[in-house]
């Protein structure tokens, strides 16, 4: 690490080696960064079945005009 000294240490108690390792991967867990999942793009057949800018059609008379061409 640095000669600055430990980065933590124990107050009371006498904690087992695996108590410490417990310790220790979770302050290296909670460090790192998280990682953003990317999102994932519909693929272009997905997308052919539902155009951009058309959604279901609401208000008065919106099932009467559903069956309507556009």
Do not use: Q
């Not at 904690?15 to 302050?27: K, N, S």
């Not at 999942?37 to 099932?63: C, E, I, K, L, Q």
Request: glycine share 12%; charged share 15%; aromatic share 4%.
């Amino acid at each position: 690490m640095s000669a600055e000294g430990p980065l933590f240490r124990v107050v009371r108690g006498v904690p087992t080696a695996e108590e410490l390792a417990a310790l220790v991967g979770a302050v290296v867990a909670r460090s790192r960064p998280a990682a953003v999942a990317a999102p994932v793009a519909a693929s272009a057949w997905a997308r052919s079945g539902r155009p951009a800018g058309t959604g279901p059609a609401t208000g008065t008379g919106a099932w009467r005009t559903s069956g309507l061409p556009r």
